[in-house]
């Protein structure tokens, strides 16, 4: 017996470094392909700027409209020099952060109410569809009589876009739940409270913090859209007195500066979404 046991072991050891050797060309086959994917997504950035920037300077396009990349640093650099910049996109900012965090608790604690009274889920379910296919720039002008021209009417109506798709994609992934699940918690005498909290809201967490990842975008979309509408103040209010003026560098200025936060923002609740389901 303790002449067998010696193989035995040694190939347990063996399986093992294999298994290791295996694991870390793995891990570095994935942290080559990260690289590629980054560098090659760089190059392309830098290939569209370049290109852009000759464009504007060799008067490929019409510099008026299109502006080029050079003018456009230049502007949000004298822009964030003289202070005009920072009223504008804390602004916005903080718009879109509230109407991104309530957009999601909303629509989330609106899912799991219609999912816990199946009566009510059938009496909002024509009129989510409804309000979800309404543009939402035509009930910009309600908000504004209601709400006022200001931080409220925009945040209400970045909540109009994003609460919806919220509810609509939450709910789903609450149905979407094994129900094999839900039948072992009955059986066990679980009631409708054990089952959301040992089966349906566990499963969905994945979609749930996903979701975060859409509002984000949806967010932006509402924000910009109420300040097009009423705003005073705010990047969505810089692209508008851009067009106005015929400033189209500033307009171009703005959307760039979108899309860094906007970027930024998404990378952010990326890592958040990362963290919260490896803790998991």
Request: glycine share 8%; charged share 15%; with cysteine.
């Amino acid at each position: 017996m303790e002449g067998g046991s010696e193989p035995l072991t040694g190939g347990k050891n063996m399986d093992a470094e294999w298994i290791n050797e295996k694991w870390r060309e793995h891990t570095k086959n994935k942290k080559v392909s990260s690289r590629l994917v980054w560098s090659t997504q760089l190059a392309i950035l830098i290939a569209c700027i370049v290109l852009w920037e000759l464009a504007g300077r060799l008067r490929w396009v019409d510099v008026l409209i299109f502006s080029y990349p050079s003018k456009i640093g230049r502007q949000i650099v004298n822009d964030a020099l003289n202070g005009e910049l920072w009223p504008h996109l804390a602004m916005t900012v903080g718009e879109t952060v509230v109407g991104f965090l309530l957009g999601t608790l909303v629509g989330t604690l609106l899912a799991v109410l219609i999912w816990w009274s199946p009566f009510l889920s059938k009496v909002l379910d024509p009129y989510m569809v409804v309000f979800n296919s309404m543009p939402k720039v035509a009930l910009g002008p309600i908000f504004i009589v209601l709400f006022g021209a200001g931080f409220t009417a925009i945040v209400i109506t970045t909540l109009s876009i994003t609460v919806i798709v919220t509810t609509l994609v939450v709910f789903n992934s609450f149905n979407e739940v094994d129900r094999n699940y839900i039948k072992v918690i009955r059986t066990f005498g679980g009631n409708r409270r054990d089952i959301f909290l040992k089966a349906i809201f566990p499963a969905s967490f994945p979609t749930i913090v996903s979701t975060l990842k859409v509002n984000v975008g949806m967010a932006w979309v509402g924000v910009i859209v109420g300040e097009f509408l009423v705003a005073k103040i705010g990047l969505g209010y810089l692209i508008v007195y851009g067009f106005q003026v015929f400033n189209f560098t500033l307009v171009l200025s703005s959307l760039v500066i979108i899309a860094i936060v906007a970027t930024a923002m998404y990378q952010l609740v990326v890592y958040i979404e990362r963290k919260l389901i490896r803790e998991r």
